[in-house]
């Protein structure tokens, strides 16, 4: 399931029912993002004298920037935690938006077959046709 999919799932759940703050993403206190910032600053002005105005690229930051994040033990932990019932209809909104368009994401439709119709005339009515028209 894509992120988008989940993040539009949890928006139908509602706001209310969200978890909250992270323990992991608590808010650093006001003395250290000043001091974070003004550091960020000199080493801006640091950097932009270097190489003709290009600025190096910390690897780290690349590493993280592309390092793929794993939600799953946040979602699950507030799925768990989340024991409310949920309005039949927001579930079936999410149903829908997780169908997707592609015909192999529908659900099939199951049609009845159509009987195979029988003749209405018999063995002797052929007989008898054929002795009228073809005169055997």
Do not use: W
């Amino acid at each position: 399931m894509s992120a988008a999919l989940l993040r539009r799932g949890l928006e139908l759940l509602g706001a209310s029912e969200a978890p909250q703050a992270a323990p992991s993403q608590a808010k650093p206190s006001g003395a250290r993002v000043k001091r974070a910032r003004k550091a960020k600053a000199t080493q801006a002005r640091k950097l932009r004298n270097s190489a003709k105005g290009k600025v190096p690229k910390s690897a780290l930051a690349e590493f993280q920037k592309r390092e793929c994040q794993d939600h799953l033990k946040t979602n699950l932990k507030f799925m768990t935690c989340a024991r409310s019932t949920v309005a039949e209809a927001v579930t079936q909104q999410i149903l829908l938006q997780n169908q997707g368009r592609k015909a192999c994401d529908r659900p099939v439709h199951k049609t009845k077959k159509k009987k195979v119709e029988g003749t209405v005339f018999t063995e002797e009515d052929f007989q008898k046709f054929q002795q009228e028209y073809f005169g055997s």
